[in-house]
T-cell receptor, first 108, second 117 residues
Framework: DAKTTQPPSMDCAEGRAANLPCNHS???????VYWYRQIHSQGPQYIIH???NNETNEMASLIITEDRKSSTLILPHATLRDTAVYYC?????????FGKGTTLSVSS | DTGVSQDPRHKITKRGQNVTFRCDPI?????LYWYRQTLGQGPEFLTY????????KSRLLSDRFSAERPKGSFSTLEIQRTEQGDSAMYLC???????????????FGSGTQLSVL
């Protein structure tokens, strides 16, 4: 399984963009990068995923470097409800393998 | 779409007792996953089913853990002879997966919190 490295915590002011980095230098060529988040006392929630190209949906944008060794999740206008643990997880088969993630704290 | 449902939400048991958790996936979802999560850690994969077939169980924590998905609908996770170290949140997720692994979104339930005294 590819290993990931994420900062343990980040802070963001409400209304500003939150940029969450993830290093996945051992990712293999057919592994997608998935991002999930987990709000306290709930199960993880899917955010976005990508293989090589940058992706955008109604929740976030995903920027993947050309060498695919790292990616950045962007929440364009963070709100207080975006406070959560964010997980970056590569996957090629079987199941998602989660690390400890990044705890994002959004404050007013 | 009523979401993934897990029952019970909380379970308190004494060491040595057996416990069983139930997961009802989103209707029509063909894959079902079980994870365990301890405080401060990300979810840890345990096992998964494609319809009624259990395709991966090597990550089940010990032979005290077993899971079933009869008829490919709901699933149960049983822990026999519980130990204090089994205290954790047990999460279930389901997905609708095709022949490719890409684009599979997992939908998680809210979990069952197990406390072993």
């Amino acid at each position: 399984d590819a290993k990931t490295t994420q900062p343990p915590s980040m802070d963001c002011a409400e209304g500003r963009a939150a940029n969450l980095p993830c290093n996945h230098s051992t990712i293999s060529g057919n592994e997608y990068v998935y991002w999930y988040r987990q709000i306290h006392s709930q199960g993880p929630q899917y955010i976005i995923h990508g293989l090589k190209n940058n992706e955008t949906n109604e929740m976030a944008s995903l920027i993947i470097t050309e060498d695919r060794k790292s990616s950045t999740l962007i929440l364009p206008h963070a709100t207080l409800r975006d406070t959560a643990v964010y997980y970056c997880t590569p996957r090629a088969g079987t199941a998602l393998i989660f690390g400890k993630g990044t705890t994002l704290s959004v404050s007013s | 779409d009523t979401g993934v449902s897990q029952d019970p939400r909380h379970k308190i048991t004494k060491r040595g007792q057996n416990v069983t958790f139930r997961c009802d996936p989103i209707s029509e979802h063909n894959r079902l996953y079980w994870y365990r999560q301890t405080l401060g850690q990300g979810p840890e994969f345990l096992t998964y089913f494609q319809n009624e077939a259990q395709l991966e169980k090597s990550r089940l924590l010990s032979d005290r853990f077993s899971a079933e998905r009869p008829k490919g609908s709901f699933s149960t996770l049983e822990i026999q002879r519980t130990e204090q170290g089994d205290s954790a949140m047990y999460l279930c997720a389901s997905s609708l997966a095709g022949s490719q692994w890409s684009g599979e979104k997992l939908f998680f339930g809210s979990g069952t919190q197990l406390s072993v005294l």
